[in-house]
Every structure is written in C-alpha cells, then in structure tokens.
C-alpha cells in the first residue's frame, strides 16, 4: 500500500469506526491474495482483531493491519462486494483523480468473475419437468426478488446457522438450484456470515423458481425460519405468531438492524469534535438503562440504588442535624 492509499484510508479513519460493518470485510479479505500471493488478512489476523473490546476499537485495528498489508485494491473490492460504497467515494475525495475508483467498472468486472464461477445450466429443461409449472419460473430471477434478497442480506446472513443452511443446501440440491461445487465453494468459507452470503451470490444467478423455493425451504418446520420468508417477501409478522425458538432468531436478527441504525444516532448525537467513545455522554441517561441488557439491569439498579439512599442520609443529616 502506497502513501496516497494509506493517506486516503487514515481521512477516512472516523467514517470508517462509525459506519462500517467490518465482519464481511474480514470474511471477504480473508480469501483474497496480494500480488504476492498472500492472504490480506489472516487467521491471526482475525483473532487480533476479534479480541478488542468493543466494536469501534476493533474497526480501528482492522485499518491499522490493513495499512500495513499490500492490499488497497482488495479492499476496495470488499466494500463493493458488500455494499459499502459509501466509503469508496469517501476514498475518492483524497485520492488523485487519476487514481480514484470507478465503482461501477468494479461492479461489472466481480459480475463477471461471479458468472464464470457459477455458470447457469445452459440446457433446456425437459417437456416433463414443465409440466404443471409456471413458465415464466423458468425465466432469470427478476430484479424485484433480486433487490429483496440484497436489501435484506445482512439479516439472512445474521441469522441462518451452519445446521440450517446444511439443510437450505441439501434441499436447494434436490430441487436442482444447487450443485456439488456450489455447495463446496460456500462451505469452504470459514464464518456462517460468508457461507451465507456466498449463497445469496449464487441464488441471484439462478432462475425465478429458485427465489420461490428458498422462501418455501425457509418455512419448512425442520428450518422454523419462517418470519424471515415473509421479512424478505416484505410482510409483517406480528411477534405472538412466530414460535419462541424462532422469535429468539428473530431478535437476533433485528439487533443487527438496531445496531447499524444505533451507530448512527450516536454520530448525530456527538459533535464533529467528539470521538464515537465520548459521543455515547449526548445521550439521555433512560436510553443508556434501556440499552442494558435485561440480566444487567438487576445490578444498575442496586449500585446506584445504594448510592441515592446514601446520599439521601447524607443530606438529611446536614440539613437536619441530630440534637446531641
């Protein structure tokens, strides 16, 4: 990485803590090469970055790994990838002209390279396996189910486990939407968030019939994903329809919303001087209760319980003072 690249990224240091999701980006970089031959980040890597405390101290070791790596580029294609582009243009304002990104080339080029390694079946399907089905079925996927399938990506790939998506991947197989080297090349990727992201790649590549039946797969009981169909297909799902083992999924999933539309709060709540640590002090002290979590809340209240009935004594006993 040279000095423009690494200049670019460091003004971009505080957008990046604030507004990155840097758990695909460490999937996606993990299996990317410099022009060397090897890996961006690496497993090591990814422990280190793991073991921070919090999540804005673990997007700032993220960018201190990656400035001292040989892979720009790859990063940038990260960011594409996993719709950040926000980012990239960010990028682009500190970089020369002649040197800035063009996102749109970037897109079509990893379009490409997705086509290439998930081929769609060139052959006809029989008269048979027609009859009784919806022709137009047959057809590429359109860009309705497409978008719903990009727009709610991050909470399929929140929630789907690896016992899940082994089964989503044996009856998506059986239904010939998948094949073996499909199924091999999302189980080669090392977290549950990439596994399934990769097969959201593959699943925008097949036909209309295929969006069709991984809605039905996921509200098969054996999958007991149901809510997330109809979350997909747009459709509100009240929480005393959904059962209690799917709705502890469904909470899950809904955090990772929150999260992103939290850190965002907290960026509007700071000011320009503020850093994400300091900007958690702007807001009301109920949001901060709220925001513990429940098996936390017992403890709050006892600490600062005790310290208002101390302070309660202490004032009493100066205003009205014990005749001796």
Known sequence: ???????????????????????????????????YGDSILTEYHAMIIRAERNEHDMKRKFI??????????????ALIKTEQTTLVHKLNEHLPVAKRIDVQAVRDRLRLEKEKLFPQPTSPPSADSNSGRNPVMTHAMDKSSKSKLTKNGDSICSTITNDALEQINMKMNARGHLTAVNIQHIESKPMPYSKNSTLLDVLRTRTQQAYVDFLDILRDEEIGL?????????????????????????????????????????????????SPEDAKDHLPESIITEALLPAERPKYILKYGIFGALLICALTYYYFPLNV
């Not at 201190?64 to 294609?77: A, D, S």
């Open 64 to 77: 201190e790994i990656l400035r001292t790596r040989q892979g720009f580029h790859q990063f940038v294609e």
């Open 226 to 274: 149901a809510w997330l169909a109809d979350r997909i297909e747009g459709i509100t799902t009240h929480p005393e329809d959904i059962p209690k083992q799917d709705l502890d999924r469904k909470v899950t999933a809904d955090d990772q919303s929150n999260k992103k539309g939290a850190s965002t709060r907290l960026k509007k709540s700071s000011s320009s001087n503020d």
């Open 1 to 35: 990485m040279n000095e423009e690249q690494r200049s670019a990224i460091n003004a971009i240091l505080f957008d990046f803590v604030t507004q990155a999701n840097v758990y695909p980006l460490m999937d996606e970089l993990q299996h990317k090469k410099d022009q």
